[in-house]
């Protein structure tokens, strides 16, 4: 098997890996930092996730059909547009939720989601790091 080669199992395994270790982190940090419960930071970060991996497949597929229909490379700089439109896209379906589920302001919500990406940011970096070095070594001995 190489690097590049992951089965469907793999994938899901991969992604609740990331999802659930990311939600045992950030939601007792985020409610020493906020002030909120941790079951609430746990619901609220889990919901996020949810919403995130919803908004993935969506955004993904109406990112492919226009690619169909205009016909543009994926450059560095459509990159670029593709993530900044996700990360945009995804902060605005969390904010009402967010401000909802804490009985916050709309602007406290933002501030709030933005720690949310700035924590994810390096995570997802590390996590992957740690993740694709583990995975080589257990291809390695194979």
């Given at each position: 098997m190489h690097i590049h080669d992951r089965p469907l199992s793999e994938r899901v395994f991969h992604a609740l890996t990331f999802e659930i270790l990311a939600i045992f982190i950030s939601a007792p940090l985020a409610a020493w930092l906020t002030g909120h419960g941790v079951f609430d930071m746990g619901v609220l970060t889990a919901v996020i996730a949810t919403i995130a991996v919803l908004w993935n497949m969506l955004y993904n597929w109406l990112f492919d059909r226009l690619q169909a229909r205009?016909?543009?490379d994926r450059t560095y700089s459509v990159r670029v547009a593709h993530a900044c439109g996700f990360e945009g896209g995804l902060i605005l379906i969390a904010i009402p939720f967010i401000?909802?589920?804490?009985?916050?302001?709309f602007w406290q919500a933002?501030?709030?989601d933005i720690g949310f990406?700035?924590?994810?940011?390096?995570?997802?970096?590390?996590?992957n790091l740690g993740y694709d070095k583990i995975r080589q070594n257990l291809i390695t001995t194979d």
């Open positions: 205009v016909g543009f401000a909802w589920w804490l009985g916050i302001s933002l501030l709030l990406v700035l924590f994810y940011l390096p995570y997802g970096f590390l996590f």
